[in-house]
């Protein structure tokens, strides 16, 4: 079958190459992929990855046949998962039935391919922070798709999220999000705001140190990711004011191994049905233009989430 694999000398470091066809496990249902989005994570990996290797995380499709233990949906169900194991852009994956979860009617599957890991990974950051309601939460990289869904869900919790942007490009679209906007390329405007009881941080790197002097007292800073850069330079005295202030690392495979990944997507597309959360798709395009897409994703041209179509 046709796959997207790994190929570190190509545009895009993808490209679309042919694969073994899974083999299930008695606990997988094997999915037809008819979407899948993108993430700069898998792209990351490509470029340094093994040429061959296959890719992706995020599908939405059909179940093309039930798991042979009788679990997960049936044959012909609209499913939307996440391939742990990097097998997701694909004609067929095979997923295990704890990561797979129907699609409603009303959701299309552009939209439910954006949740496996942005969604998720919003929502499990928030959900670690303690007593959002009335609280100001404060998110980094909300262009990106988990700060446009942490946007988005820390609302719905009854928190005031503050997004942090570093160009003032798209601050309209992140305020309909229900989030105030600050437009701050070094984060330097934080100094003047008051402190902060969470923060979702994706950028890391020079942004981090502030982010930390930014966190109120008993708070929480989240940290999923290091677009910004790999080290962070933090004044001690400033964790030290914190008090019993918390500084967590996040990782998605981690946290699934708490709530399967499919009851985390049967609550966010309960959310999509509602009309109270949008996947924020503003690029949709066939899979084979997956190496223009995946260059993109990292030269940071696009805001929100691309998804290709199979």
Not at 48 to 57: D, H
Not at 70 to 86: A, D, E, I, N, Y
Not at 224 to 244: F, K, N, T, W
Request: aromatic letters at 6%.
């Amino acid at each position: 079958m046709k796959a997207v694999v790994a190929n570190p000398s190509a545009k895009g470091w993808v490209e679309i190459g042919e694969v073994p066809e899974p083999k299930p496990d008695s606990h997988d249902a094997v999915v037809r992929v008819t979407a899948f989005s993108v993430n700069r994570g898998e792209v990351n990996r490509a470029r340094t990855g093994v040429a061959g290797a296959q890719v992706g995380w995020d599908v939405a499709g059909v179940v093309e046949q039930a798991a042979a233990d009788g679990s997960g949906p049936k044959v012909g169900t609209r499913v939307v998962g996440m391939s742990l194991r990097q097998q997701g852009w694909a004609e067929y994956v095979a997923l295990p039935t704890v990561a797979l979860a129907p699609i409603p009617d009303s959701v299309s599957d552009a939209q439910a391919s954006t949740l496996p890991v942005a969604g998720l990974t919003a929502l499990y950051s928030l959900e670690r922070c303690e007593r959002l309601a009335g609280e100001r939460v404060l998110v980094t990289g909300a262009t990106g798709g988990v700060g446009y869904y942490a946007c988005q869900l820390a609302t719905i919790m009854g928190a005031e999220p503050v997004a942090l942007l570093r160009r003032p490009d798209h601050k309209a679209l992140i305020e309909a999000t229900g989030a105030r906007v600050i437009v701050s390329e070094d984060g330097s405007a934080l100094a003047n705001e008051p402190k902060f009881r969470s923060v979702i941080d994706g950028v890391g790197g020079h942004l981090f140190g502030g982010l930390v002097e930014a966190l109120a007292a008993s708070g929480r800073l989240i940290t999923y990711g290091i677009s910004g850069g790999l080290e962070a330079s933090i004044q001690v005295r400033h964790m030290l004011l914190s008090g019993d202030g918390r500084i967590e690392g996040f990782h998605l495979y981690r946290e699934s191994e708490k709530e399967s990944a499919s009851k985390g997507l049967t609550r966010l597309q309960r959310l999509m049905v509602q009309g109270r959360l949008d996947g924020g798709v503003t690029v949709q395009k066939d899979w084979s233009e997956i190496p223009a897409v995946a260059e993109a994703i990292i030269e940071r041209s696009y805001f929100g989430k691309a998804v290709l179509t199979l």
